[in-house]
């Protein structure tokens, strides 16, 4: 099989500038102090299965993986809103051209 095409990383914004994400961020921060507490709680030699380290570390990744979301939604519409200004002046030249024959 041949090599997978190398895919330049998407770039987003920081989470700071993007207004909808900034509750995420707090969430994010609070669940991992969170999970670090119950790490300090639980012991250095507690698994990682153990329910109250996976319950935090899940809210942890929950977390993360919403404010991902927020991010990659907002560099699709970011990069749609070009797009969509872009054709508006294309369609209203054949429509000025028309009354004109």
Known sequence: MGKPKEKPKKPWRKPDEVAPAKPLVTKLAKAKARLG????????????????????RKRVKRAQRRLREVLKYDA??????????????????????????
Do not use: L
């Open 37 to 56: 507490k119950v790490k300090e709680k639980i012991g250095v030699d507690a698994s990682k299965s153990d329910p109250r380290h996976r319950a935090a």
């Open 76 to 101: 699709q519409r970011a990069k749609a809103k070009p797009a969509a200004e872009a054709p508006p002046p294309a369609a209203a030249a054949p429509a000025a051209e028309a009354p004109a024959s």
